[in-house]
């Protein structure tokens, strides 16, 4: 049983390393060269939070100890007003629970190394597809020495958002899909340590709320900060002098600007990235051509969630394996039909959390709401849990968590209602008397 996996980024590379535990002979192809050894590409996401279902799949292939070496907890979000104090809201009710700034290029070789280490897995670097017969399993790609065809029992394709594996599968007519691309872009900017320490708390997501847009700021180890601008498409490009950029970032960001002295390099150098949701539907074609991670269900950023869920995705496959005696012709429908509403739930989720960080975050109202959520699990544990809990730090799959809010927020809502005519009651009888 020979398997390909298309994209050694982080679904291809952890999902190699759960097939070798199989004894399958699987290859690796990724159209980039060693990550290990080649340039950081500028400006594209250099961290990212991972939370409990991603550490839940690391832990199965015995690598979390090795990533969480170098992670950096964040206990909560740290506000940064225009003007006024910062404002730190804790993300669980106890105050200790985090999710984990982690470099994507650390987690990418680490998972790529755990992958070749297993026997049985190889990689091919510099390998792009461009040709997928799926039916049968040919594949074309294109390397620097020219075409190489080769063929494989089942193919796997873990190419990321803008996948050449659905493309083909496009192009044959067996899948549709719908990609909303969400009208803002992202660019990233740095905040470099200053006398070898953190410029801000290394222990909090830092957020600039604006709004219609905002900035979020991630701790690295080497006690660097990356900031990542979310601004409406179009808007980056309004700024194009360096007195320009520097005049808005005073205006709007006053407090990075003593921090980041490469801002005015960073903005003019760095990429603008685009954002959006990929809706595919089959994710699978033959029983032997499935999408898995991005490359499927692509989703905005704004819950920390995009690679939480593509491990998730691996974790959930692997059971379906071993549910399916290893049939993958009955694995790979059945983990699409196991797997399809959850995507589908954090893709709302994640959309709906870009307004909470842009302009919730920062309302007085919002802040009380959230107390008032953190007593209710404090009074109520297990019964009354919140949405960020149930997302960050369980693996309550995640419709089960949209299903669950739904009704929590219908109970609380009665609750409220009675608790009011009880007051009205009350408060009726006293005036009578
Ligand atoms: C700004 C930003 C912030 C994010 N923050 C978070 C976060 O905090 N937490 C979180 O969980 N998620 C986050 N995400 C989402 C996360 O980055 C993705 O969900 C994750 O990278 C998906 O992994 P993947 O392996 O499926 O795809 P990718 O990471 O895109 O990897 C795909 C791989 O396939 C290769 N490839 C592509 N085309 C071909 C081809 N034709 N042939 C061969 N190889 C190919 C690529 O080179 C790449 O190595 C963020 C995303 C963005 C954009």
Redesign the pocket.
């Known amino acids: 049983m020979k398997v390909a996996i298309?994209?050694?980024?982080?679904?291809?590379s952890l999902l190699a390393c759960f097939l070798a535990r199989r004894g399958l002979t699987v290859t690796l192809?990724?159209?980039?060269p060693d990550p290990r050894v080649a340039q950081v590409e500028r400006g594209r996401?250099i961290n990212?939070?991972?939370s409990e279902r991603?550490l839940n799949a690391l832990r199965k292939i015995g690598l979390v100890d090795e990533v969480m070496a170098d992670a950096l907890p964040m206990k909560g979000r740290m506000i940064h007003p225009v003007t006024g104090a910062l404002d730190f809201q804790a993300y669980s009710a106890s105050g200790d629970r985090a999710i984990n700034s982690i470099s994507?290029g650390a987690l990418n070789n680490a998972l790529l190394t755990a992958a070749v280490a297993a026997d049985g897995v190889s990689v091919e670097f510099e390998?792009?597809?461009v040709e997928l017969d799926s039916a049968v399993g040919r594949m074309v790609f294109a390397t620097p020495a020219g075409k190489v065809s080769v063929e494989a029992d089942v193919v796997l394709g873990?190419?990321?958002?803008?996948?050449?594996v659905r493309e083909q599968l496009l192009a044959e007519g067996i899948v549709a899909e719908n990609v909303d691309f969400l009208d803002y872009g992202?660019k990233e900017l740095s905040i470099p340590a200053v006398d070898g320490e953190f410029a801000l708390d290394p222990g909090a997501l830092h957020i600039w709320p604006r709004g219609t847009s905002m900035m979020i700021a991630l701790p690295n180890p080497d006690k660097s900060f990356t900031c990542?601008l979310f601004w409406p498409a179009g808007s980056f490009d309004a700024l194009t002098s360096a007195s320009g950029i520097e005049d808005h970032f005073r205006i709007n960001y006053p407090d990075l600007l003593p921090l980041a002295p490469n801002l005015v390099d960073d903005y003019l150098n760095n990429p603008v990235?685009v954002?959006g949701t990929v809706h595919t539907l089959p994710w699978q074609a033959h029983g032997r051509t499935a999408l898995l991670?991005?490359?499927a269900h692509?989703i905005v950023?704004f819950y920390?969630?995009?690679?939480?869920c593509?491990f998730e995705d691996v974790v959930e496959l692997d059971r379906c394996l071993d549910d399916t005696g290893g049939s993958w012709a009955r694995a790979l429908p059945l983990f699409e039909a196991r797997r399809r509403e959850n995507t589908e739930a954090i893709a709302e989720m994640a959309l709906a959390n870009f307004v909470e960080m842009r302009d919730k975050v920062a309302s007085p109202v919002f802040r009380l709401q959230k107390q008032i959520e953190h007593t209710l699990e404090r009074l109520l544990p297990g019964t009354y849990v919140s949405r960020y809990e149930l997302v960050s730090f369980s693996t309550t799959p995640y419709a089960e968590v949209q299903h669950r809010v739904h009704r929590q927020h219908q109970l609380l809502g009665a609750a409220a209602v009675a608790a009011a005519g009880v007051l009205f009651a009350v408060t009726r009888s006293r005036a009578r008397r």
């Open positions: 298309v994209g050694a980024g982080l679904t291809g192809y990724e159209r980039r996401s990212l939070a991972i991603g994507r390998h792009r597809l873990a190419d990321g958002a803008g996948s050449a992202y990542t990235g954002l991670g991005d490359a692509a950023p920390g969630q995009g690679a939480n593509a």
